[in-house]
């Protein structure tokens, strides 16, 4: 990618994924292997009038570090500091740019599943608060890397990687970033179309999949694009396919298969199915990495409820590159998905993102997690159930029903 290119995708991450205004803070995350991209970012940022730019790095050496020799009863531990950060830039009404992409995605394979699923770094609670409760403007953008490039393709070719991601991010247009808007417009009015069915349940069926996932009376399906307190409106996921909303977590039933491997904490989950009673997982089985999602729905009285689920369509550019990415960002949104954990306030219509307290007696799932996993594909057929029982065909296959 020329400096140019990479400008150009900074400049979607910056107007589009969180918005940056003048005199606004903004934070990075990012891996030591996106330093390039991460350094050619914030320059950008302060192009932009950002007051300042806190850039934070991540070494997974030292995730794997812990995970060998740390007492067990710390690993769910996380720096205070960190949660500092994260509550400072709140209340600040900053911005935060998440970038993904692991560079050794192999680095955990050797290590006791079970403790694997404990330690959350880097992801934090209070990262996920903030961000869940828009106090601000946040994104998550990819970067590839030599180690995600070999995952990927079998081989460290990273600039096959950058012309795969720049082709799905709309780089190509003249003005990515409008392109980007008028895409959220599309994902908008589908949006419009679901809550005019005013659906009581979806019913999931295709390969290893029977679900049935109530919705909540009053929920209503939504894009990533969000609005921050600020009044402020940003993409939090690029690229993004996805239309979703939040389910009752007391009302799934059945049984689901994913469709994709997993990239879990530095482990892939293969060949993943879950079981349903009650809205509660009741069995995980997996032919690799089974014990890593156990640990992960264990972590709290929430986390093995579902929190979210999504449809995707034939559209996506994500599904038409026909490439397993092992990236959730990009995979999630060439394929229907669910996940498990918090689930998404703004799903709801009673919802008021300006009065927190009013999440306290929602039909919403809370947790300290929030795992999506892949089960779309062309065998999978996705009904809506009306609150008398009537049916009505959604998705069959990736195709929309008229």
């Excluded at 900074?10 to 994924?17: K, P, S, T, Y």
């Excluded at 694997?116 to 961000?131: H, I, N, W």
């Excluded at 990515?176 to 809550?195: F, G, I, K, S, Y």
Aim: charged fraction near 25%; aromatic fraction near 6%.
């Amino acid at each position: 990618m020329t400096e140019q290119e990479l400008r150009r995708y900074a400049a979607v991450i910056l107007e589009v994924g969180v918005a940056l205004q003048p005199g606004q803070d903004l934070a990075i995350n990012a891996h030591l292997a996106h330093a390039r991209f991460a350094r050619l970012l914030c320059d950008e940022a302060y192009r932009r009038g950002a007051a300042l730019v806190d850039l934070w790095y991540w070494d997974p050496h030292t995730k794997l570090a812990r995970l060998e020799h740390a007492p067990t009863d710390t690993l769910s531990r996380t720096p205070e500091w960190l949660d500092d950060r994260y509550r400072e830039l709140a209340n600040r009404r900053g911005a935060l740019v998440n970038l993904t992409g692991d560079p050794d995605p192999d680095l955990l394979g050797n290590v006791d599943p079970a403790r694997a699923g404990l330690d959350r770094m880097p992801g934090l609670t209070s990262r996920f608060e903030v961000q869940s409760r828009n106090e601000i403007q946040w994104c998550f953008a990819a970067v590839p890397s030599a180690g995600w490039a070999r995952q990927v393709f079998g081989e460290p070719d990273v600039l096959r990687l950058w012309k795969e991601l720049a082709a799905v991010m709309r780089l190509g247009s003249d003005d990515p970033v409008q392109a980007w808007w008028r895409r959220m417009d599309e994902l908008n009015a589908r949006c419009r179309a679901l809550d005019e069915q005013c659906l009581d349940a979806l019913h999931y069926l295709g390969p290893g999949t029977d679900l049935h996932v109530g919705l909540p009376a009053r929920h209503r399906w939504g894009t990533a694009q969000l609005q921050a307190r600020s009044g402020v409106r940003h993409v939090a996921a690029l690229p993004t396919e996805e239309v979703f909303t939040t389910p009752d977590p007391t009302r799934t039933e059945g049984t689901v298969r994913a469709s994709r491997p997993l990239a879990l904490g530095g482990t892939l989950v293969e060949d993943l199915e879950l079981r349903f009673a009650a809205g509660r997982i009741t069995d995980v089985h997996a032919c690799q990495g089974a014990d890593v999602v156990r640990a992960q729905v264990n972590l709290d009285a929430g986390a093995s409820h579902l929190g979210e689920v999504a449809l995707v369509d034939d559209t996506s550019l994500l599904q038409r590159s026909d490439i397993l990415f092992y990236d959730t960002l990009l995979d999630e949104s060439a394929s229907c998905h669910i996940a498990w954990g918090g689930g998404i306030p703004e799903g709801h219509l009673d919802y008021d993102p300006q009065r927190p307290e009013t999440l306290e007696k929602l039909p919403i799932n809370r947790s300290a997690t929030h795992v999506d996993f892949i089960i779309g594909g062309p065998e999978l057929t996705v009904t809506g159930i009306g609150p008398d029982g009537s049916r009505r065909l959604i998705l069959e296959g990736e195709h929309w029903a008229p």
